[in-house]
C-alpha cells in the first residue's frame, strides 16, 4: 500500500518522506495531467533523495499522560480489546485526559494474516458535547468513535492515517447527546512489531446553527414522535402532509432514532410556477419535491438533493399547477442509547412565475461533434453542476461525453447523477422524446463505474454510483432505443468513507474466477480472504475452491463481509453480497445466503460435508459491487445425516387429505418427512397429516417445517423450499398458510385459537423443489374463538373469503385501479376477511351525502379489527383521515361525527394482524341524522335559557330538542322550537329537582327530509 504521495503543477517541487524501516522500497513518478499534455519535450524531471536518522514520534507527557497498562504483546487481548472476546474489556477514561498507550500486530500461525491489537476506551457524558478523539501514532491507525453493542457493531464516526507517512495524526469529532461511548484505537504496525501512539479526549458544547425567524410557523409535530402519523406522508396510514403556502417558512425538529423522522409539507398551486423549497438543519439532511403517493416507491421525484449539517439545500423546479409534497428528513443516526436528540430545522417554500419558452435555463455544453468520442478533450464538469445538452439525429447514433475528476487529495465521493428527458414534469426536456442512458467510466474510457436508463421518473436515468477514489471520470449520455432530443443532466457529490486497504490475501485472481470450471483460487478451514465483485458490462462472479479433506465431515461456515459489517474492509463500499456452496461439478447449488449476516452481509452455514471437492460463489445482490473479506471455519460432524425423528411420510398413502390414510400429529410432535421427486409432466408430490387440538380447550397451533434453509437439522442444504397449509376437517376450509416465516425459505406456520378437534395440514412445495423436511408441532392454550350474531335476513358482503389473489373486489386505496362496494344511509350487512401466510382482506366502502349527516357506524367483529372514514382530496393519492379507531374480537366499536359535510368518503374495515384469522365474520351498520351543531345539560332550576350557536353559511333550520336522557335521540316529539338564527331562548321554566335536563341543536337545510 502506499505509504506516503504528493503532488503539484508543473515546475513545482514536491517534497514525500517518512520514516521507515529497514527493507527495500520503490519510488514512483507519473505525469498527473489528461493524456498528450506530456511529451519528452517537456518531460524532464529531477530526483533528490536525503536520509537522516527518523525524528522519533512525541513521547507522552509523564505528568498528564495516563499509561494504557496493556503488556504488548497481549495474546489473547482481554486487557481492553472491547467486546471480540464475548465479554467487555475497556480502560474507563474522561474529558480531557491524555493516554500514553501502544499498538501491535503478530503473526498467529497456521493463518495467514496479522491479529491486530484494539484498544477501546470508555467514555461516559452527562450532558450534550462535542467529543473529538485525537491520536499520533507511529504506525498507520485507525480510530472510531461508537456506541458499545454487540460485536463492537456500534460504529459512529471514524479517521483512518492509511495515506501518511508515520507519526500521522487521525482525528474524529461529534456531537453526542449524555450517555456512554467507546473510543476505538486500531493500528497496523509491521508483524512482530510493537508500536507506541499517544492519545488525547476533548469535550466542548455543541453548537447550533439554526434560528427561526419570528415569523416562522411552527411545525406542531411531537419530538421525538414514535409511530410517526403527523406528517409522514406515505410512511403513515392514511398518508398526511401539512398544508403550507407559497411565502411560508416553517421551523421544525427531526430526529432518527432507529427510523428517520419524515417531514411532509403539502403545497398547492394553481398556476405554472417555479417551486423553491430551501431547508437548513442542524444535522445532515436530506430535501425533496415529489407529486403525492400513498406508496412511497411510486411517487414522482421532481428534485431532491441532500447536505451536511449547517449548509443551506435549495431544490428549485417549475412545475404544472396541482399539489405537491415538500420533505425534509436526517439522513444519518444522531440519537444514541436512551436519550433521544431533537434537533431543529428551517424550511421556507416561495413560489415565482415558470420562465416562458421552450428552452433550458442552465448552461448548455454539448458541442456536437467535438464531444462525441471519450477522451480529455471534452468539457470538465464538477459536482453540483447542471447542464443542459441534446441527443441529435446523425448518420450514426449521438453520444456525448464530459470528463469529471474527483481531485487528489480530497475525500472519495459517492456521485448522484440524474438525466432529465422526456419523462419528468417541470423540467424543460419533459414531453420532448429522448429515453436517455448514462454510463460513467474510470479515466481510461474502458472500465465501466455505472450505468443507468431508467432509474429515475419513468423512463429517465438516475445514477448513483459506489463509493468513488480521487481521480479521472468520463460521462456518456446516449439514448436508448435510438431516441432522440434534450436533456438536462445534474450531478451531486457526497463525501464516503474510503475503505483502508484490506488487511488479508486477495485470491481473487480476475478474470480467471470469474467462471466455476476455471476457479484457480483454493481456500482451506480457517482462511481470511479479501476480494472485489467489480463492476462491468455483466455482472462479475467470484469462484473459490474449497476440500473437505477427510476422513471424516464437515460443516462449513463462510462469513462474507462486504457493506454492512463495520471493522471490515469494505464496509460502506457498495456490495450487498450472495454466497453460493456448489458441488464439484457446477450443476448443483447445495447451500445460498444473502443476508444471514450483519445488516444485509451474508453468512452460510453449510449441512454436513463428505470429503471431497467444493466450489464457493460469490456475486452482488441486484448487479451491486464493491469489495469484501470472506472468512471460512470448519466443524466436525457426524456424516451419517439420516433423520433422527420417526417418518409419517408414507408415499403415495398420504398424497390426498384423507382420514382413513392420513398420518395422526399430535402436540409436541416432531416428524420426517419428503417431498419426493417428479418426473416432468406429473403432479408433484404432496404430503398430507391430520393435527389433533385436544379437548382440554383451545389452542393456537405453530409448525415449524425445517426444510433447505434452517442448520442444524438433517435437512439443511438438502433442496427444499416448503409451504405449509392448514385446513378444517372437511379438507376445503383453509385456515392458515404459510411460505417463508422460517429461517431463509422455510416456513413457520402460526394457526389462530383453534377449538378441539381434528384440522388438516398439507406439505407442498409451490417452488417445484424437493427434498427432505421436518415437522415439529407445538400448541399454545389461548382464549377460545368468539362468534357474533349477524341477522340471516341481512345482506352478504359477498366476496370471496378468502380470497388470495388481487382484491379486485373492494380493496380500495390498496388496489389499481381502486375499487370500492357502495354504502348508503340505514346500510346494514354482514361481511368476511381474512389474516393468514401474511395477508390480510382489506374491504373498502364508498358513502356519498347529498347534504350535510350526523353519522352512526357501528361494527362487530369475530377478529381484532380497524376501521377508519377517510376522505377523498380529491382521490386516494390524498386521504384525510376523519375517523380511525380499533376493536378486539368480538367487540362493538362505532365511529360517530356530528355533522359530515357533503361529498365522497371511504369507509375502511380490516383485521389489524396478518395471520392467525381464518375466514370470519363482521357486521356493519350505518346510521344517519341530522347534524348535531351543539349541547348543554342544565343543572339547576332555571328559566330563560339561551343557546348560542356559530351560525352555518348555508342558511339551513335549526331544531332544538330538549330531553331527560344524555343519550336521547332528537325527534319530533322532542322538538321544542325552531330557528334560522344562531340563537334560541327557551322561556319555559325548568324544574330540575334530582333530574337534569338536556338540549340539543340540529340543522337541516330546507328542502332536505330525513333519511
Known amino acids: 500500500m502506499p505509504i506516503g504521495w504528493a503532488g503539484g503543477l508543473a515546475c513545482d517541487t514536491v517534497c514525500i518522506g517518512g520514516c521507515f524501516e529497514p527493507g527495500s522500497y520503490f519510488v514512483m513518478i507519473s505525469p498527473s ?45 482481554t486487557y481492553n480489546g472491547g ?79 492509511f495515506q501518511a507517512p508515520k507519526c500521522d495524526t487521525a482525528r474524529a469529532s461529534v456531537c453526542l447527546p449524555p450517555g456512554r461511548y467507546w473510543l476505538s484505537v486500531i493500528g497496523y504496525p509491521l508483524g512482530g512489531y510493537c508500536e507506541p501512539y499517544t492519545a488525547s479526549v476533548r469535550c466542548f458544547p455543541c453548537q447550533t446553527c439554526v434560528d427561526c425567524p419570528l415569523s416562522g410557523r411552527p411545525e406542531n409535530e411531537p419530538c421525538p414522535n414514535f409511530n410517526d402519523q403527523y406528517n409522514a406522508g406515505c410512511h403513515s396510514t392514511p398518508p398526511t402532509a401539512v398544508p403550507v403556502a407559497c411565502g411560508d417558512t416553517i421551523c421544525g425538529s427531526a430526529t432518527y432514532y432507529d427510523l428517520p423522522d419524515h417531514d411532509f409539507y403539502q403545497l398547492t398551486i394553481v398556476t405554472r410556477d417555479t417551486v423553491t423549497w430551501c431547508v437548513t438543519a442542524d444535522f445532515p439532511v436530506t430535501a425533496a419535491i415529489f407529486t403525492p403517493n400513498a406508496v412511497c416507491a411510486n411517487m414522482i421525484v421532481h428534485s431532491q438533493g441532500n447536505a451536511p449539517a449547517c449548509v443551506p439545500l435549495c431544490l428549485s423546479v417549475c412545475l404544472d399547477p396541482g399539489t405537491y409534497w415538500l420533505y425534509v428528513r436526517p439522513t444519518s443516526t444522531f440519537g444514541y442509547m436512551n436519550s433521544i436528540a431533537c434537533k431543529p430545522y428551517v424550511a421556507s417554500v416561495h413560489c415565482a412565475p415558470c420562465p416562458t419558452g421552450q428552452t433550458c435555463t442552465y448552461a448548455d455544453l454539448d458541442f456536437d461533434p467535438a464531444n462525441n468520442s471519450c477522451g480529455f478533450q471534452n468539457i470538465q464538469l464538477s459536482c453540483n453542476d447542471t447542464i443542459c445538452g441534446d441527443i441529435i439525429q446523425a448518420a450514426t447514433p449521438d453520444d456525448d461525453w464530459y470528463t469529471f475528476e474527483i481531485p487528489f487529495g480530497t ?37 465501466l463505474v455505472g450505468q443507468d436508463n431508467n432509474g429515475g421518473v419513468g423512463n429517465d436515468a438516475l445514477l448513483t454510483t459506489a463509493c468513488l477514489t480521487p481521480g479521472w471520470y468520463h460521462i456518456r449520455v446516449a439514448g436508448v432505443a435510438g431516441s432522440i432530443g434534450p436533456y438536462v443532466l445534474t450531478l451531486h457529490c457526497d463525501p464516503c468513507a474510503c475503505p483502508p486497504p484490506c488487511a488479508y490475501q486477495n485470491r481473487d485472481i480476475e478474470p480467471a474466477n470469474n467462471t466455476c470450471a476455471s476457479a484457480p483460487a483454493e481456500f482451506i478451514c480457517g482462511d481470511t480472504l479479501c476480494g472485489e465483485v467489480r463492476l462491468g458490462p455483466s455482472p462479475d462472479e467470484d469462484w473459490y475452491l474449497f476440500f473437505v479433506f477427510g476422513p471424516g465431515c464437515q460443516r462449513l461456515t463462510v462469513d462474507v463481509f462486504a457493506n454492512g459489517t463495520p471493522g471490515y ?48 460463489k460469490i456475486t452482488g445482490v441486484g448487479g451491486s459491487s464493491g469489495p469484501y473479506v470472506f472468512a471460512a471455519h470448519c466443524d466436525d460432524c457426524p456424516c451419517n445425516g439420516a433423520c433422527p425423528y420417526p417418518t409419517l411420510d408414507v408415499d403415495p398413502t398420504n398424497d390426498f387429505c384423507d382420514p382413513a390414510t392420513t398420518p395422526m400429529l399430535f402436540c409436541a410432535d416432531t416428524t420426517c418427512g419428503e417431498i419426493i421427486y417428479t418426473q416432468p409432466g406429473m403432479p408433484f408430490d404432496r404430503d398430507w397429516y391430520q393435527i389433533t387440538v385436544p379437548p382440554t380447550g383451545c389452542f393456537a397451533l ?11 437439522y438433517a435437512t439443511f442444504g438438502q433442496g427444499l423450499d416448503p409451504t405449509l397449509w392448514l385446513y378444517a376437517a372437511d379438507c376445503a376450509t383453509l385456515l392458515e398458510f404459510d411460505y417463508d416465516s422460517g429461517i431463509g425459505n422455510d416456513s413457520k406456520l402460526s394457526s389462530g385459537c383453534l377449538a378441539p378437534g381434528v384440522y388438516n395440514l398439507l406439505v407442498e412445495s409451490t417452488t417445484g423443489s424437493n427434498g427432505p423436511y421436518i415437522l415439529a408441532i407445538s400448541c399454545k392454550q389461548c382464549q377460545c374463538p368468539c362468534t357474533i350474531s349477524c341477522d340471516p335476513g341481512l345482506p352478504v358482503e359477498g366476496e370471496v373469503c378468502p380470497n388470495l389473489g388481487a382484491d379486485v373486489f373492494n380493496g380500495g386505496c390498496l388496489t389499481s385501479p381502486p375499487t370500492f362496494q357502495p354504502i348508503l344511509c340505514a346500510s346494514r350487512f354482514c361481511g368476511t376477511s381474512f389474516a393468514m ?55 362493538t366499536k362505532q365511529h360517530i361525527v356530528k355533522c359530515l359535510s357533503a361529498g365522497t368518503y371511504y369507509f375502511y374495515l380490516a383485521p389489524t394482524v396478518t395471520t392467525g384469522v381464518p375466514c370470519s365474520a363482521y357486521s356493519s351498520h350505518v346510521q344517519c341524522g341530522k347534524c348535531l351543531i351543539t349541547d348543554l345539560v342544565i343543572h339547576l332550576a332555571a328559566s330563560s335559557i339561551k343557546l348560542n350557536w356559530e351560525p352555518d353559511g348555508t342558511d339551513p333550520v335549526y331544531t332544538v330538542h330538549r330531553g331527560t336522557r344524555e343519550d336521547f335521540e332528537p325527534t319530533d316529539a322532542t322538538a321544542i322550537g325552531t330557528t334560522t338564527e344562531g340563537v334560541f331562548i327557551d322561556q319555559d321554566v325548568v324544574l330540575t329537582g334530582a333530574e337534569k335536563c338536556f338540549y340539543l341543536v340540529t340543522m337541516d337545510a330546507p328542502s332536505d327530509l330525513e333519511p
Open 83 to 161: 467486546c471480540l472476546g464475548g465479554t467487555e474489556y475497556v480502560t474507563p477514561i474522561q474529558c480531557d485526559q491524555d493516554i500514553c498507550g501502544t499498538s501491535w500486530g503478530e503473526f498467529v500461525p497456521p493463518n495467514p494474516y496479522i491479529f491486530r491489537d484494539r484498544d477501546i476506551y470508555e467514555l461516559v457524558l452527562t450532558q450534550h458535547d462535542s467529543i473529538v478523539w485525537t491520536v499520533h501514532s507511529n504506525a498507520p491507525t485507525v480510530v472510531e468513535i461508537m456506541e458499545p453493542l454487540p460485536g463492537c457493531a456500534g460504529a459512529i464516526t471514524w479517521a483512518s492515517s
Open 411 to 447: 475525500p472519495c465521493v459517492r456521485v448522484t447523477a440524474n438525466v432529465y428527458g422526456n419523462d419528468t414534469p417541470g423540467f424543460y426536456p419533459f414531453g420532448l422524446g429522448l429515453d436517455p442512458g448514462i454510463q460513467i467510466f474510470e479515466g481510461n474510457c474502458t472500465t
Open 569 to 616: 474492509f469494505g464496509y460502506l463500499a457498495g456490495l450487498d453480497p450472495i454466497v453460493e456452496l456448489w458441488d464439484p461439478t457446477c450443476t448443483t447449488m447445495l447451500a445460498m445466503d444473502d443476508n444471514s449476516g450483519l445488516s444485509n452481509d451474508s453468512r452460510l452455514i453449510s449441512a454436513c460435508l463428505a470429503p471431497g471437492t467444493y466450489r464457493i
Open 702 to 712: 405453530t409448525v415449524d417445517c425445517f426444510g433447505d434453509d434452517t442448520p442444524a
Open 837 to 891: 401466510g401474511g395477508l390480510r382482506d382489506t374491504d373498502w366502502f364508498q358513502f356519498t351525502l347529498a347534504s350535510a349527516r350526523r353519522i352512526r357506524w357501528i361494527v362487530s367483529a369475530e377478529f381484532p379489527f380497524e376501521f377508519a372514514i377517510y376522505k377523498p382530496n380529491p382521490n386516494c393519492s390524498s386521504l384525510q383521515t376523519i375517523r380511525y379507531g380499533t376493536g378486539q374480537a368480538c367487540e
Open 33 to 77: 495531467g489528461p493524456p498528450g499534455s506530456v511529451n519528452c519535450a517537456n518531460g524532464d524531471y529531477t530526483i533528490s533523495l536525503d536520509c537522516q536518522p527518523c525524528i522519533p514520534c512525541p513521547v507522552c507527557d509523564p505528568v498528564a499522560g495516563i499509561p494504557e497498562g496493556e503488556p504488548c504483546p497481549n495474546l489473547p487481548d
